[in-house]
């Protein structure tokens, strides 16, 4: 089957009458903006990964009774991020703190991976500060390379919308990280 140009609502249809096929088209379609949307609630990509296996799960179970006159993004994307909502309050009432990652095996340069690490840390440091619809906004059109347009469809907002989340963090994210600098640079001159 050639799914390129068939509509989400005709897959719907044909996934409702046990096509396994068209439901594997609609995961192919949406799994990168469901990861990218995903991670705004897991702590790790391999979280993110099960969130997204447990929404088109139950989006599976759940198509039976879904009203073919909706269309099926907005539907599955609220599934994920009320999962992704119920996890983040789930992690965050348990959470014990962050395990540290351990030692490379590949042979990298240490100074370089810790350089690398430290970096990391500052951006993930810099995208905590953010509210979670800026960080979300920012994350799925600057780091993941959806356009406003896509990104409103996965958010369920205007694309007005996500330009001005988009706007605002970049521009908290470009504060936050030059007093996270100004933080550090004053630690080493101590």
Same mark, same amino acid.
């Given at each position: 089957?050639?799914? +390129?140009? %068939?509509?989400?609502? /005709?897959?719907?249809?044909? &996934?409702?009458?046990?096509?396994?096929?068209?439901?594997?088209?609609?995961?192919?379609?949406?799994?990168?903006?469901?990861?990218? %949307?995903?991670?705004?609630?897991?702590?790790?990509?391999?979280? &993110? *990964?099960?969130? %997204?296996?447990?929404?088109?799960?139950?989006?599976?179970?759940?198509?039976?009774?879904?009203?073919?006159?909706?269309?099926?993004?907005?539907?599955?994307?609220?599934?994920?991020?009320? #999962?992704?909502?119920?996890?983040? /309050?789930?992690?965050?009432?348990?959470?014990?703190?962050?395990?540290? *990652?351990?030692?490379?095996? @590949?042979?990298?340069?240490? *100074? =370089? $991976?810790?350089?690398?690490?430290?970096?990391? @840390?500052?951006?993930?440091?810099?995208?905590?500060?953010?509210?979670?619809?800026?960080?979300?906004?920012?994350?799925?059109? +600057?780091? /993941?390379?959806? +356009?406003?347009?896509?990104? &409103?469809?996965?958010?369920?907002?205007?694309? &007005?919308?996500?330009? %001005?989340?988009?706007?605002?963090?970049?521009?908290?994210?470009? +504060?936050? #990280?030059?007093?996270?600098?100004?933080? $550090? =640079?004053?630690? /080493?001159?101590?």
């Amino acid at each position: 089957m050639h799914v +390129d140009n %068939v509509s989400d609502g /005709e897959l719907v249809v044909w &996934a409702r009458r046990g096509d396994g096929e068209a439901f594997g088209a609609l995961v192919r379609r949406y799994l990168r903006p469901a990861l990218a %949307v995903a991670w705004e609630f897991a702590p790790s990509r391999d979280g &993110a *990964e099960d969130l %997204v296996q447990d929404a088109f799960h139950r989006a599976l179970r759940a198509l039976p009774s879904f009203d073919e006159s909706r269309p099926f993004r907005p539907w599955f994307f609220t599934i994920l991020r009320n #999962l992704g909502r119920n996890a983040a /309050e789930r992690e965050a009432r348990w959470s014990t703190g962050p395990v540290s *990652e351990g030692l490379r095996a @590949d042979g990298a340069d240490p *100074e =370089e $991976e810790a350089h690398r690490a430290d970096v990391r @840390d500052r951006i993930r440091r810099g995208l905590d500060l953010l509210p979670p619809m800026q960080r979300a906004c920012f994350r799925l059109c +600057d780091m /993941e390379g959806f +356009d406003g347009v896509e990104v &409103a469809e996965m958010l369920d907002l205007s694309a &007005a919308t996500v330009r %001005v989340h988009r706007h605002r963090a970049r521009a908290a994210l470009r +504060d936050a #990280l030059r007093d996270l600098n100004d933080t $550090e =640079e004053e630690e /080493e001159e101590k």
